[in-house]
């Protein structure tokens, strides 16, 4: 569990020693400044998750104003004697006034609050990418889950285009290795004469063409982790040496006999049937049950068609993000969708929305507008739940299941605007719905910082706390 850092402002050196007592005894960073230096401090406000004040009356509004405007992002916890009375202009300038000295509860609860607010988005960070609602992608993400903090090997398994290296990503930044490199290579694109170079680096003059020394990619991976992609393509000479370092933790260069001990969590994947590759004698047993430490298959999208509207949406708005264009599909045309092999995949999926993109700037894509091979299929009828549902719950989609601003699902063409159900609606719930739909892709699209969320959607840090809030406790 990662505890808050807090910027403490205090020049009261009793009530700030006392505060500082008190956090040193809850395990939680802090760093204690007077009001005179706190301007530097609150330039990079980012290293803190949130702020304790405490000022005399005299310089209390400047320094809550002066905070509000440059680290308005940030929950701030107001510290004054006990019966002292604050101004309403006062109380809107910070998320909760808090009466030194105080009791444990109180204290506690604030600082679980700010826990909850820390974890919460880089959970949801963790699995971006994995866009969907169905059982076979939620057993993959708790999968991850599962073994992520763990130094187990891992063998990601699954058809070529099902996304095995955002599993790998996903696996990377939920470990305790997030903050060092991850390091990819696929072993199928790489000859077999240059692979073991590739990996373990060589020396100068070890081969012809080798100029100079060069590290391999255990070492680049170094303290973080290694994804060999398409394991199943390497050689055998190659596995025999990956085995040993598996086992021994240990290599040498290329053309050199010194011994390099390495630290790197090694992540595999491939879309062979590794146990039929053994029997025909292409991949070595033993370096199988060293891989397959932690098994994680990745569904094809065949099998989870219903996730086939959080992708879509997933997939434009990685496209907008990075200036690519968008597009957008009607409800019919996801039906279509919905309803195809996919033997490519998620990337087939991906490459016919960027395709769409170029042939429909910015515009809306209805059925007939899909290439040829979707027209043999069948628009079901509106009350059929398998294609009716998954569309309409993509617009309370969760942020980690939707990585993006981009809402890519509209209704059918025609429909003019958003249809009101024969039913009737629950007005109220569906505005909430949608209010915290938006609220997740702001964190979401910020990384999970809520302050940046917070200027994204035009509201004050604090109240998008107190949101987030009562999201938690509903």
Not at 176 to 202: M, Q, T, W, Y
């Amino acid at each position: 569990m990662v505890l808050p850092d807090i910027l403490l402002i205090d020049d009261n050196a009793n009530r700030a020693q006392q505060v500082e007592t008190v956090l040193t005894f809850l395990e939680c960073g802090f760093t204690r400044v007077t009001t005179h230096d706190c301007p530097q401090y609150l330039q990079d406000s980012g290293q803190f998750d949130a702020v304790f004040v405490g000022a005399a009356s005299e310089k209390q509004a400047a320094l809550l104003r002066m905070i509000d405007e440059k680290a308005n992002k940030l929950p701030v916890y107001l510290l004054v004697d006990k019966g002292y009375q604050t101004t309403s202009a006062t109380e809107q300038l910070v998320s909760q006034v808090l009466e030194w000295p105080t009791v444990y509860p109180v204290l506690v609860e604030i600082l679980n609050a700010l826990q909850q607010e820390i974890d919460k988005p880089r959970k949801l960070h963790v699995h971006k990418g994995l866009a969907g609602r169905s059982k076979a992608i939620q057993r993959t993400r708790d999968l991850i889950d599962q073994v992520a903090k763990s130094e187990a090997t891992v063998l990601i398994l699954g058809e070529s285009g099902t996304g095995k290296e955002v599993v790998a990503q996903a696996l990377h930044r939920a470990s305790l290795r997030k903050d060092r490199p991850f390091v990819p290579i696929n072993c199928g694109a790489i000859p077999g004469e240059l692979l073991e170079s590739e990996l373990f680096g060589h020396e100068k003059g070890a081969f012809t063409g080798a100029l100079t020394s060069r590290q391999g990619r255990f070492e680049m991976a170094e303290g973080g982790t290694l994804f060999l992609d398409e394991i199943g393509d390497m050689p055998m000479p190659m596995q025999v040496k990956l085995l040993r370092v598996l086992q021994e933790r240990c290599f040498e260069r290329v053309g050199s006999n010194k011994t390099i001990h390495c630290d790197v969590r090694v992540i595999a994947a491939t879309h062979r049937q590794l146990e039929q590759e053994i029997e025909e004698k292409r991949f070595r047993e033993d370096l199988f049950y060293r891989l397959n430490v932690f098994p994680i298959e990745v569904p094809a999208l065949r099998e989870r068609a219903e996730d086939i509207p959080y992708l879509v949406n997933d997939l434009v708005a990685r496209m907008e993000a990075s200036n690519r264009g968008t597009v957008r599909l009607t409800r019919n045309a996801l039906a279509l969708l919905m309803q195809h092999h996919w033997p490519g995949n998620v990337r087939e999926l991906s490459n016919l929305i960027e395709r769409l993109a170029i042939i429909y700037p910015e515009g809306l894509v209805d059925s007939g507008d899909l290439p040829e091979k979707f027209q043999a299929y069948e628009i079901p009828a509106e009350g059929d739940a398998a294609w009716v549902e998954p569309i309409i719950e993509t617009a309370n989609a969760t942020a980690a299941e939707r990585g993006g601003f981009a809402s890519a699902v509209l209704p059918a063409t025609n429909a003019g605007a958003i249809q009101l159900p024969q039913q009737g609606i629950d007005l109220k719930e569906y505005l909430t719905d949608l209010e915290n739909e938006l609220i997740r892709q702001a964190l979401e699209e910020c990384n999970g910082v809520v302050a940046h969320a917070a200027k994204l959607l035009n509201m004050r840090r604090t109240t998008l706390v107190e949101k987030l809030r009562k999201t938690d406790a509903a």
